[in-house]
């Protein structure tokens, strides 16, 4: 069902990323293209990029009649159109995205090393991964799940399981926790819970922001659980980059032959579609060229598709042509939460035909959508990008489903054993006693009386964790889009 520009406005909000918003006094009718000067008519050629990319690849754009071939009468009244935006953010957001629930995920940057940072797992960071949580009426607690290893903050001693209200001397609220946490350094009072009453202790530590590569592997390791060789990978992003770290740790677990495997997706919020697809075939091997997953793409570029090239198999070497370590496993437990996101969603359907998945934990976010990067380029690929401006946009550009065509949409992928962690009292992860865990060899071990008693606690409320407001926050990317896709998106884009 198409949606017009009116319902778009309705439902679309303002934004947080820098503009480059145009004065209000330009003037915007009849518009030309290529106005530099102070007076004259606009430049729109950003503003083309972005139309010409959203009309080519965005998967809905059938739900955006702005974006239909024919919907202008001429370029000149395309231009109007285009002109009457305050700013290229505001074009993409309230012109040419369809709103939430629909999509969530598209987003439009500014300098688009920022995105390839993030992609390459590069951030500037203290190093300490929290949650946080609303208590009270306006107060705001954060809890540490994890630590990088030789960041900052492991430097100072931060562990898993710490707590914090305060930075800097002052108590985080609603209104400022944000702005608090951004700084470029500060200091957290550690804080405890006695008889429902938080309260600060003596402790304070000093952090600092640094540019650090995360590897994502975070924990590997083999347990011996009632004498059955568990396996155990925490695992935190699908970054490109570190797909042999991956690789080697389920090595090291096929040569201790384990006979179980719980893969930790708690805080994954995606990343890369083909680390999912080799992290799959990490886990079985008995599937190579099977159908992993399949892919829908907006009616124009379906049709250039053949039915071989709209789905990814299972493979047996990772992207740098390395063999994967594969553990032939019939059944793998995956913990999943509600940080656990697009291509971490997309490993746990994508298994699902094939072998039994255990899902532990809670309900997943459900983001079922791929994206890629588009550049202002001939064929919108980072060669031969503009050299007037750094734009970027992601948008979505494929839904999936599994090889049975199942898919889980707006809500997420539904645990079979439900488990929550608690939150002020975090056993350190990989630790046969730590909640989600124990949950997961409860049931491997047939012991199911042993998981884990859910008890929410009411005190608190989640309202965030690190990195939501990160531009590649919970996406799902190609790496690479069909060399024949981009033969065809610069034809019409000529």
Same mark, same amino acid.
């Given at each position: ?17 820098? +503009?480059? %918003? ?11 293209? !290529? ?10 050629? $950003?503003?083309?990029? *972005?139309?010409?990319?959203? %009309? ?39 012109? *040419? ?7 969530? /995920? +598209? ?10 940072? %993030? ?12 949650? *946080? ?16 290893? &030789? ?15 305060? $930075?800097?001397?002052? %108590? ?12 470029? !350094? ?53 970054? =490109? ?33 083909? +680390? ?8 079985? &091997?008995?599937?190579? &060229? ?14 250039? /598709? ?7 198999? /299972? ?27 697009? =291509? ?23 983001? /079922? ?68 865990? =124990? ?24 309202? &965030? ?30």
């Amino acid at each position: 069902m198409k949606i017009n520009k009116l319902i778009l406005l309705l439902f679309l909000s303002a934004s947080v990323f820098t +503009s480059c %918003s145009k004065d209000d006094d330009d003037e915007r009718f009849p518009v030309e293209p !290529g106005g530099e000067n102070p007076g004259e008519t606009p430049n729109l050629e $950003i503003e083309n990029y *972005l139309y010409d990319a959203m %009309s080519i690849y965005y998967v809905y754009e059938a739900d955006v009649p702005e974006l239909g071939e024919n919907y202008f009468d001429s370029e000149s009244e395309k231009n109007e159109w285009l002109a009457s935006f305050d700013s290229p953010e505001d074009l993409f957001r309230n012109g *040419l995205k369809v709103p939430a629930p629909k999509d969530r /995920f +598209s987003f439009i940057v500014d300098d688009y090393t920022v995105l390839e940072n %993030s992609q390459s797992g590069i951030s500037t960071t203290t190093g300490m991964d929290y949650g *946080l949580v609303r208590f009270g009426d306006n107060g705001v607690l954060a809890y540490v799940r994890y630590v990088i290893p &030789g960041s900052p903050a492991d430097e100072a001693g931060v562990t898993r399981g710490v707590i914090f209200t305060d $930075i800097d001397g002052e %108590s985080m609220t609603l209104d400022n926790y944000q702005s608090l946490l951004g700084r470029d !350094g500060y200091e957290i009072t550690v804080a405890e819970i006695n008889d429902n009453t938080i309260s600060n202790t003596d402790e304070t530590i000093d952090l600092t922001r640094e540019q650090l590569t995360e590897n994502p592997v975070l924990v590997a390791k083999t347990l011996d659980v009632d004498g059955i060789n568990v396996g155990y990978i925490m695992y935190n992003s699908f970054t =490109a980059d570190f797909d042999d770290e991956l690789n080697a740790a389920f090595g090291e677990l096929k040569a201790e032959g384990v006979d179980e495997l719980v893969l930790d997706l708690r805080y994954n919020g995606g990343g890369s579609v083909e +680390s999912a697809v080799d992290l799959s075939s990490m886990i079985t &091997g008995q599937f190579n &060229g099977e159908i992993f997953s399949k892919q829908t793409w907006n009616d124009l570029l379906q049709s250039q /598709f053949s039915e071989e090239e709209l789905v990814d198999r /299972f493979n047996d070497k990772i992207r740098t042509d390395e063999m994967i370590n594969s553990l032939g496993l019939s059944k793998v437990y995956i913990i999943g939460t509600g940080s656990t996101a697009s =291509a971490s969603e997309l490993v746990m359907n994508g298994l699902a035909p094939y072998i039994e998945v255990v899902h532990v934990g809670s309900s997943t976010v459900g983001k /079922f959508q791929a994206a890629a990067p588009l550049y202002d380029s001939p064929n919108f690929t980072r060669q031969n990008r503009n050299p007037n401006h750094k734009y970027v946009i992601q948008p979505l550009i494929y839904e999936s489903k599994n090889a049975d065509e199942d898919a889980y949409y707006e809500e997420g992928l539904i645990p079979d054993i439900e488990a929550e962690e608690d939150i002020v009292n975090l056993i350190e992860l990989g630790t046969p006693e730590e909640t989600l865990l =124990a949950a997961a060899l409860a049931d491997i071990t047939g012991n199911r009386m042993a998981i884990p008693a859910i008890s929410y606690d009411s005190r608190f409320t989640k309202i &965030g964790e690190r990195g939501d407001n990160d531009i590649d926050y919970q996406r799902m990317y190609v790496d690479e889009i069909p060399e024949k896709i981009k033969q065809k998106a610069a034809e019409l884009k000529k």
